[in-house]
Nanobody
Framework: QVQLVESGGGLVQAGGSLKLSCAAS????????MGWFRQAPGKDREFVAA????????YYADSVKGRFTISRDNTKNTVYLQMNSLKPDDTAVYYC?????????????????WGQGTQVTVSS
């Protein structure tokens, strides 16, 4: 089992930036793919971004391409989500996720392990 703890959420004005962090612990070797999902009020949870173990492969939802950047530091077992040019539609609870591979996460829109979530609110 992998434990995931997110941080970095908050309130920001439209056009602003936030950087989320997710620290992983436990059997992280079983989960090469790391990523982020989000869930807005009244909506289903949606895939945002994923990154491979090496960091060479990244995957993004169309809605965040060009604005969000996912990265990871394997020495710290931490994955990041840099969010720029934020819009009110980005308001949601953001969840860190781990899966066997990043590709599987992006294609299947699934995670094996989940964090508790961090709230991101973008005001207009």
């Amino acid at each position: 089992q992998v434990q995931l703890v997110e941080s970095g959420g908050g309130l920001v004005q439209a056009g602003g930036s936030l950087k989320l962090s997710c620290a992983a612990s436990g059997r992280t070797f079983r989960r090469n793919g790391m990523g982020w999902f989000r869930q807005a009020p009244g909506k289903d949870r949606e895939f945002v971004a994923a990154i491979s173990l090496s960091g060479d492969a990244t995957y993004y939802a169309d809605s965040v391409k060009g604005r969000f950047t996912i990265s990871r530091d394997n020495t710290k077992n931490t994955v990041y989500l840099q969010m720029n040019s934020l819009k009110p539609d980005d308001t949601a609870v953001y969840y860190c996720a781990a899966h066997v591979t990043a590709q599987a996460m992006s294609v299947l829109k699934q995670g094996s392990d989940w964090g508790q979530g961090t709230q991101v609110t973008v005001s207009s």
